[in-house]
């Protein structure tokens, strides 16, 4: 039988599962079953995610041209000062595609197509580099998400879950380019649990409903409702303000 998917897609089932363990309250989420280890909704998302990498990473490489040099910006996990412009795109720039060639050599060797000792050659054009690494993995992409060692394992950034490292990069490229903010902007009602304006629809939990799910971004909080549980706290919310008035 096959194990819940471990992608995103599944998070509001793992906290509600949590919940239960912890406290014995019951839930209604159903979990998204991997085929066998990882949905095919995480497997078409990851690969989309994996196609806008080359046009992400053309932004981020004109930053790195054309960029000032920060005040204060984190190098290499410590606070200090650029040694000229550009140099936090380019850090990232060589950490993604760094690690996109590791997974294209891990999985054409675990598939046979490279020998165990291959040794990628030497990169000539690092735009056309990057379009090779995103063609060939995403000629792979169907069996890198099911049959790679580490499929089964969440999407953390400690593993290597090829679909956790294709979404980490995506929504890295995301917050450098400064892509990552809600498109629609909509006016939410504050959190049930932490009483923060942090209330989002959320972008990686799948659908309930055609609905999405309703999450706090606060990290100490991260409350997950469906629409309809939503829409319920908004009416009792409008109540009692009416109530109070």
Not at 84 to 92: D, E, K, N, T
Not at 150 to 170: H, K, M
Request: proline residues 7%; negative net charge; hydrophobic residues 30%.
């Amino acid at each position: 039988m096959p194990a819940p998917c471990p992608g995103p897609c599944n998070n509001a089932w793992r906290r509600a599962e949590t919940t239960r363990e912890q406290t014995g309250t019951e839930h209604h989420i159903q979990p998204s079953w991997g085929q066998p280890a990882q949905c095919w909704g995480c497997v078409d998302r990851t690969r989309q995610q994996l196609a806008e990498l080359p046009e992400l990473l053309t932004a981020i490489h004109l930053e790195a041209l054309y960029g000032t040099t920060a005040k204060l910006t984190g190098t290499i996990g410590r606070a200090g000062t650029v040694s000229w412009p550009g140099q936090p795109a380019r850090l990232l720039i060589d950490r993604i595609v760094g690690e996109m060639t590791e997974l294209q050599t891990d999985i054409l060797k675990l598939r046979n197509i490279w020998s165990s000792d291959f040794e990628p050659g030497p990169i000539t054009s690092e735009g056309r580099h990057i379009t090779g690494l995103v063609r060939t993995l995403d000629a792979h992409w169907d069996w890198a998400m099911q049959n790679h060692p580490a499929a089964d394992e969440s999407y953390d950034r400690e593993n290597a879950n090829p679909g956790g490292q294709v979404a980490g990069w995506y929504h890295a490229a995301l917050r450098f380019t400064k892509q990552d903010e809600q498109r629609d902007v909509q006016r939410l009602a504050p959190c049930p649990r932490c009483e923060g304006p942090y209330l989002v629809e959320s972008r990686d939990l799948r659908l309930v409903g055609d609905r999405p799910y309703i999450e706090c971004k606060d990290p100490d909080c991260r409350r997950v409702m469906t629409g309809d549980e939503y829409d319920a706290y908004v009416k009792t919310l409008t109540g009692q303000v009416k109530a109070a008035a």
